[in-house]
């Protein structure tokens, strides 16, 4: 089943998200909720998903980035996002650590805002300590595209979009992105 995406001016994207405890994650209805957002990231399709941007203010996002997401990419492209295939899985109540001091900014969207992208700088590695599909505590360590994917998603639970990190004067429409700045660096 897809379901709706929430999109910017609805209340659930600027409320912090609720914990959940492992009996939580177990339960029938977290187990459904994350297969209903795997099938609606992968219909979308996107990268991430957020549980508040499916109306739900609970501390859950799923990841995947797929071969065929990349096929628009150069290699050369693919390599100074540092963007590689990203196996499905889901993080639960997830704390993130930004790693080091340099940042990439790279245009960035959300299915929660269609249509439009902008230039977000983000930190290029994380940590993230989290809470997996059945509770079990996991420890992630990303950089390149992964960690901005990680950041995105982590911003949802918190309250937070990527226009509250953008540089305002890049925001864009989908189609003046392609028509003006797709084949460039943001450098």
């Known amino acids: 089943m897809r379901l709706k995406i929430a999109t910017v001016g609805e209340p659930v994207l600027r409320t912090p998200a609720q914990a959940l405890s492992k009996e939580q994650i177990l339960s029938p209805s977290i187990q459904n909720l994350i297969d209903y957002m795997r099938e609606t990231v992968r219909d979308a399709p996107g990268v991430g998903l957020a549980a508040p941007q499916i109306g739900e203010s609970l501390q859950l996002a799923v990841i995947e980035d797929k071969a065929e997401y990349q096929k628009t990419f150069t290699e050369a492209e693919l390599k100074e996002r540092g963007r590689k295939v990203i ?65 995105h998603e982590i911003d949802h639970l918190h309250g937070t979009l990527y226009i509250d990190r953008m540089q305002a004067r890049s925001f864009s429409s989908l189609e003046n992105y392609t028509r003006h700045w797709k084949n460039h660096s943001p450098k």
């Open 87 to 151: 196996p499905f899985h889901v993080l639960v109540n997830p704390v993130i650590e930004l790693r080091g001091e340099p940042t990439a900014t790279f245009f960035e969207g959300c299915l929660s805002l269609p249509g439009f992208t902008a230039l977000v700088p983000r930190a290029k590695e994380v940590r993230v300590t989290c809470l997996d599909h059945e509770g079990e505590p996991r420890v992630i360590e990303a950089s390149g595209w992964y960690a901005r994917i990680l950041q």
